[in-house]
């Protein structure tokens, strides 16, 4: 069997080169000295030797992964990954590590700088985690690489940015922070590739620190999960919540409530024409007027639903 200690915390794994890569916050593998990553080729562990380099004096691990430009680039808490100098991001070609620019450096004392998230948006890479400057230059919490050269985002995140994902071809961005290119935006905001804005209100939390920590794609809507009790100031959510990015100009017309407008609801209207049966209500497809139905499917449903129109 094979076995990972001292600590037995994973927090990355990826594919690349037909090996998997172990990513986290470890000493050994199967009783040999591995710190913080190694890969396994199906048969056998392969470690890197020194492994991670030590970030201010403290434990070191990985915090994040992904494959770019025909690449491996970790994120972490490390000043050095094996025998070679990178704070806090690396990458590995396929045979050898390699230093991003200067990395990341600063934070605002609460220990080292690091990577944790990454997201690909537009052909370049999009970074975020805990830090103040990347390579030198100004970037708080997110900065952005075109596979040469770092990019900073200013003024940046206000705190921490744990979560990144691409969703509709826009990029999303979740954390700590209440502002984010100058944009207020509460632990949440979406960039389009020109500005960034907020999700309507965000999220907060009563009787805890609101952060979010993971989107994920669901049915042309993102789901939103992390710590908080409330979305847009108003809705009740615990912990989790959808975002629909686009709402319809009439809820109504989306008839069978899959989160679109589209040719199912059109059939249903079809399906559903002329006078609705006594008693009515209910009747799905009656839609209009505003939503209230008049007991009969016609031309007035239809209408709704091809204005309504999102597939």
């Known amino acids: 069997g094979t076995t990972i200690s001292t600590q037995n915390e994973i927090q990355a794994l990826v594919e690349y080169g037909g090996e998997l890569f172990v990513g986290g916050y470890f000493k050994t593998i199967n009783g040999e000295s591995a710190i913080g990553i190694t890969r396994w080729d199906g048969t056998n562990w392969h470690n890197f030797s020194p492994g991670l380099g030590p970030a201010d004096g403290i434990d070191t ?5 992904v494959v770019y430009n025909g690449d491996l680039i970790i994120g972490g808490k490390f000043t050095s990954v094996d025998g070679v ?3 806090g991001i690396a990458r590995w070609d396929g045979k050898a590590w390699h230093a991003m620019g200067g990395g990341v450096q600063g934070t605002n004392g609460n220990g080292p700088a690091f990577v944790r998230e990454f997201a690909e948006f537009n052909g370049n890479l999009y970074v975020g985690g805990y830090f103040l400057n990347v390579d030198g230059q100004q970037a708080e919490n997110l900065a952005m690489w075109d596979g040469t050269t770092w990019h900073a985002i200013v003024p940046g995140a206000n705190d921490y940015v744990t979560a990144l994902s691409v969703h509709q071809n826009k990029l999303y961005a979740g954390g700590y922070f209440t502002t984010i290119a100058g944009v207020s ?3 949440v905001a979406v960039f389009d590739g020109v500005q960034w804005e907020s999700l309507d209100g965000g999220i907060s939390c009563a009787g805890c620190t609101p952060y979010a920590s993971a989107f994920q794609d669901l049915d042309g809507r993102i789901a939103v999960g992390g710590s908080f009790t ?6 009740a959510a615990s912990r ?5 990015e686009c709402p319809f100009p009439n809820p109504a017309a989306d008839i069978n409530g899959d989160g679109h407008v589209n040719i199912d609801d059109l059939t249903a209207v079809i399906l559903n024409w002329g006078a609705c ?4 209500p209910p009747c799905p497809a009656d839609i209009a ?4 139905g008049d007991c009969t499917v016609n031309i007035d449903d239809l209408t709704m639903v091809i204005l309504s129109w999102q597939p």
């Open 289 to 292: 007027p505003a939503g209230k």
């Open 85 to 87: 100098a990178a704070n």
């Open 61 to 65: 691990e990985v915090t994040g992964a």
């Open 240 to 244: 989790i919540a959808l975002w629909n």
């Open 277 to 280: 049966d006594d008693p009515c």
């Open 185 to 187: 935006a509460n632990h």
């Open 230 to 235: 409330k979305v847009n100031n108003s809705i």
